[in-house]
Structures are given as structure tokens and as C-alpha cells.
């Protein structure tokens, strides 16, 4: 552990829960209220140092939000806003959040209270026993339907398999150190997966498991289609493996077009069963045929991935920010 490390544990690091929100106005009373109190109590018992606050990131919203954290945040010294110029997509706003909000340390959790607040402190905990990055892990899956909980586990290990490093039933639920914060600051990715980038930082990390609940209210805002981009989006990210799946696919092809060729000479020769042409011309151009456009759609995506990264658009645009904790020096 090196000298400033140990001097920032010395003393209760100043804590900043970083919220991404769109069009949550039914569950913000609750959200605020809970976060107020366990921001409270951390301090009252030493755990975080004063100027600790909530910010809250408004991803575009349609409803009240941006209006209730402005109202919150002209009230209540923790709590402060950060509004996007348009709706940017849940990883783009988290980043964001990331960026721009100050603290010794940053927790990020979804506003629609399914990440148990009660492992907070034991995050903390482990940032003052030397982590810099701890992973909030669901303990178990069992309120989740057989197809969520399905899915989202083959997920976890199709990532696995393709080489992306994850970290097993981790969604965004994190604590990061100022430090990491600011080496992820460094990354210039146009298409965000913060899943597998985070832990590629390379810094020490620890786990705390946790049981995820149900929503308070509204409605999710990530159907089953976002679930399926995030997805896509993670493995052509942080992998080439589809890529040299296609030369693999090429191979066996190969392999296979071969034995149909001999399996056609066999036929033709000892058999009086053939239809001249049709064994050495249609099976083979319908199976290429699918797998071509199988293979350009995949190259297509990296090839895309790589025109989007060309361009340098930003990512985001702060439209503005309120509360006591920003300053003219906040990055944005």
C-alpha cells in the first residue's frame, strides 16, 4: 500500500452515490429518502466524512425527474443533479456520473432500490481494508423467473467462454476509489460496456454479495431487447473470438464441402439414385449462402463498432448540473 493510500485511509473518505435515472418520478421520494438516511447514519458512525451527497444523473427523462431532483437538490445540502442534454443510454449516464461527481470514493446502484442499500457499509469496509474497486454480486437469483434467471446466468458464462473478464452475477452495484475513477477516465470507448471494463483496471478488488429486491416502483427500463444489446454489445467490445469463429466456421465448412463432394463422385459412380447436379450444387449453396451472410453480419458489427470509434463524438453533454457540492472546477 503506498504512503497517500494509507493517508486517505486514515480518515472517512467523502463519499458520492452516483444514480443514473429515466423517468423514475414514482420511485425518487422513496430512493432519496432511504440514501438520506444511510448517507446519516455512515457518518454518524465515523464511516464517511461530511460532504458526502447523493447525485443523481437525469438520462433524458420525459416525466418529472429532472424537475424532483432540482427541487431536491435546492432543499437538501446531499443531494445534487446532473442533467444530460438528451437521453445517451444507462452506461453512457453512469460514466458520466462517474466523471463528473467529486469524492474520495464513488458507489454506483440503480434509483429503483433493487440493490440492497444494507451492503454499502460493507463496501466501505473493504475499501478501507485496501480495495480499490469492490463488486456488489447478487447472492442468489431465486425471485427472478426461470428465463431471467436463465438467460442472464448463460450470459454470464458465454462472456466467459468468449474471453471477456466479468465478474459473475454483477450488474453495475460497484464501489470505486477516486483512483480508479480517474484511470477510467482515461478510456475512450464509444461503445461502453462497464461491466468488463471495469475490472480490466487492473486494480485490487473484492466481492460483497448482496440480495437483490424487488423493484419499489415503476416500471424496469430494461426490457428484454436492451438486455439482448447490452449483451451483444459486451462480447463484440471486449472480444475477437466471433471473429475467429468465422475462420473456424470456414474450416469445417471446408471439411464438410469435401465429403459432399466425395460422398457426389460415390454416388454418381456406384448408384443409379443421383440427380445429376443436385447433390454438388444446391446443398452447398444454401449452407454457404447462410453462413456468408451469418459471417458479413458479424464482421458488419465490428466494421460499424469501428466507423462509430472513427468519429470521436462525445459521449454526452452535461446540460446542467445543481447542488452545493459542484464547483467551477467539476469536470464535465
Known sequence: MDIQKATDLAHPPVLSL??????????????????????????????????????YVDDGSRDRTWEM????????????????SRNRGHQNALLCGLLTAPGDILISLDADLQDDLEAIPQMIQRYREGSEIVFGVRRKRTKDTFFKRFSAESYYKFLAMMGVQIVYNHADYRLMSRRAVESLRGYDETHLFLRGLVPQLGYKGAIVEFDRAERFAGESKYPLTKMLSLAWQGVTSFSAYPLRLITGIGMIISVISLVMAAWAVVTKLFTDSALPGWASTVIPMYFLGGVQLLSLGIIGEYVAKIFESSKKRPRFHVESLCGERFTDATPR
Open 18 to 55: 452516483v444514480l443514473p435515472c429515466y423517468n423514475e418520478q414514482e420511485v425518487l421520494p422513496e430512493t432519496t429518502a432511504r440514501l438520506q438516511a444511510m448517507l446519516a447514519r455512515l457518518q454518524a458512525n465515523g464511516e464517511i466524512a461530511e460532504g458526502s451527497a447523493i447525485y
Open 69 to 84: 431532483i432540482h427541487d431536491y437538490a435546492e432543499r437538501h445540502a446531499d443531494v445534487c443533479g446532473i442533467k444530460l
